[in-house]
């Protein structure tokens, strides 16, 4: 069986669902068979299955940015309000020049000088890492800069004429891919950096390689744009060759489409340098690149379309992270709903009531946000010790679900070795900022992969590839929703010895919620 086609087929499916979550045996409603109907004249793929997971014990580095004091500038900010922004990872396997590249947008975007330019340029020489100096600016601490490794998610910011972008820079290696979960969480689009040196493009791609995992995580976790830049087009293997290119294109495109991604709407592929700043700010001389006529990589950013978001939805903003700054700060993204300054919020799942004292986007103090921002909100009425990441600040009059069981639809993707799923297993389960263990307590009914439907006959156990309903378990509290209500607080993965075992959705919440 296909995995990576029951992925997708997994991801396209929306079959109606009763109260206790359970697929229902009967045919979908009419209102959700034009519901899939619509999603598959939208190229079958902005409702992505998978899991929304985010590494609690990770902290999110800032990269160059202070702690939020009081800049009273929230006319100013009011102003910027008024472009769009969007949340951009950068993902993809090792070495493939990740941090590179988000530091020369840095650059050429204006956000550091040629003064810090310089100095990293020395650290690099004197650390005989000459290549290295421009992901010095997104690798901000001395274990990234000696490894040449990014481990946590770097966060950086920078504008066009009409866009404000936030940067996620992931880590790439595989012993951090919980790192790179929480940084695609928090992503409204990805960016997908391919080395086209010989060898390392084959590295990456390959079985084992990051570069597979990267790409089907983001899918499940909601990523669906995706700009597919090959790098290090300058390098004395590649000489900015088309056949090279070509040959990298043709070989990600059914991966791609295998992943759920539809290339010709959501996927555009473009060649850079991003240690030259090549085919970047400007499109790439045709001196240097005769062959390419396409956008450079500020012109791809500008033209991505903007997600659907709802301003006055139920207010829902996992909490990343957390510190004291005069009062109670915390991190996270808002997925739905608007705050203001002085607005009454609860912390789920503890219930507490709490006032919002103040709201910083980026660096800069406004009076209020929407969904998509990135924020730091400062709270009155709990301490920062009563607060973990995974916490959820939300709506007063509807405030999210806090569960410690859940019914969810499950992609096996692939067990370790020799190992079968079933009543009992046990795994770790990420959904957006939420790091749980959590064990399956029972295996309601497997889905068969071609009609979408339930099958008759009671599931014990089943392998890889399998499609499955399943109540699931969890030590403490955790605040989720239903996959159909909030994809971005409904999606998770389950990963067991450093390796994702199955993706899968929210169908169902206990009727009274703890």
């Not at 903003?317 to 919020?345: A, C, N, R, Y």
């Amino acid at each position: 069986m296909d995995i990576e086609e029951e992925i997708r087929s997994l991801q396209l499916d929306s079959a109606a669902e009763d109260n206790t979550g359970v697929i229902n045996p009967e045919d979908a409603k009419l209102e959700e068979v034009e519901k899939l109907d619509r999603m598959e004249e939208d190229s079958k793929d902005d409702v992505s299955l998978n899991s929304k997971d985010v590494q609690a014990e990770s902290k999110v580095k800032d990269k160059a940015v202070s702690a939020p004091g009081d800049v009273e500038t929230p006319d100013e900010m009011e102003e910027d309000n008024k472009k769009r922004h969007l949340n951009v990872v950068f993902i993809g396997h090792v070495d493939a020049g990740k941090s590179t590249t988000g530091g020369q947008i840095l650059f050429l975007s204006g956000q550091v000088d040629d003064r810090t330019i310089q100095k990293y340029e020395k650290e690099a020489k004197d650390k005989s890492r000459e290549s290295w100096y421009m992901a010095y600016i997104m690798d901000t601490n001395e274990e990234e800069r000696v490894k040449g490794k990014t481990v946590e998610v770097g966060r950086a910011h920078f504008e066009t004429e009409t866009t404000r972008f936030t940067i996620l820079d992931a880590p790439g290696h595989k012993s951090y891919v919980p790192n790179m979960i929480s940084g695609a969480s928090q992503a409204d689009i990805g960016v997908l950096v391919i080395s086209a040196r010989k060898g390392e493009f084959e590295t990456g791609y390959e079985r084992g390689g990051q570069t597979r995992e990267h790409v089907q995580l983001a899918k499940t976790l909601g990523v669906s744009k995706l700009l597919v830049v090959v790098n290090k087009m300058d390098d004395p293997t590649v000489n900015w060759s088309k056949e090279r290119y070509d040959e990298i294109e043709s070989k990600m495109i059914p991966f791609l489409k295998s992943s759920g991604y539809n290339v010709k709407k959501d996927v555009l592929f473009l060649p850079i340098s991003g240690l030259l700043g090549t085919n970047m700010k400007t499109r790439i001389d045709k001196s240097v690149c005769s062959w390419w006529n396409g956008p450079c990589l500020f012109e791809a950013l500008d033209a991505v379309e903007v997600p659907l978001r709802d301003p006055k939805g139920p207010f829902r903003m996992p909490i990343i992270d957390k510190f004291k700054d005069m009062g109670t700060v915390v991190m996270g993204k808002v997925e739905s709903g608007s705050i203001t300054e002085g607005d009454s919020l609860l912390v789920m799942p503890n219930k507490t009531q709490v006032k919002v004292v103040a709201v910083y986007c980026d660096e800069t103090k406004v009076r209020c946000a929407g969904p998509g921002e990135n924020l730091r909100v400062r709270l009155s009425g709990i301490d920062d010790e009563d607060i973990l990441a995974g916490f959820v600040l939300s709506s007063i009059a509807k405030p999210i679900a806090s569960v410690t069981e859940f019914v969810a639809q499950l992609q096996i993707l692939e067990l370790l070795d020799n190992a079968i799923f079933t009543a009992g297993y046990k795994a770790v389960l990420h959904i957006h900022s939420v790091v749980e263990e959590c064990e399956i307590v029972e295996l309601l009914q497997q889905i068969d992969p071609k009609t979408k439907k339930p099958m008759k006959k009671k599931v014990l156990f089943v392998k890889n590839g399998a499609v499955v309903v399943s109540r699931v378990q969890v030590n403490n509290m955790i605040c989720i929703e239903k996959f159909a209500d909030f994809p971005q607080l409904g999606r998770f993965t389950l990963r067991t010895e450093g390796k994702t075992v199955a993706v899968g959705k929210v169908t169902g919440l206990p009727s009274v919620s703890s």
